[in-house]
């Protein structure tokens, strides 16, 4: 686990019907990749490294529609912790 891991933000999925949060969180040190903890079956991680430009694309493009990861990339654009949210196929 990195050692600058801080509370970025905590949204609820929908807050119509379940009052689960989800919390996310923001390190800008990085760390050192160890295997995943399997020990729950139900969930399943990989590590997916991309440039930050890919990243935008495939959201841009409906390919990534996963709503933390989506919610994660704009808050850190609008906090100054990533450059603002480019447009597939904008430099």
Do not use: K, Y
């Amino acid at each position: 686990m990195p050692d600058d891991l801080r509370h970025l933000h905590t949204f609820f999925m929908n807050p119509g019907r379940a009052a689960w949060p989800t919390h996310l969180f923001i390190s800008t040190s990085g760390f050192a990749w160890t295997r995943p903890d399997a020990s729950d079956p139900a969930e399943q991680v990989r590590l997916a490294r991309m440039p930050l430009a890919e990243l935008d694309a495939l959201i841009s493009q409906g390919v990534i529609v996963d709503p933390p990861l989506i919610v994660v990339r704009a808050l850190a654009a609008a906090t100054g912790h990533l450059p603002p949210l480019r447009a597939a196929g904008t430099r």
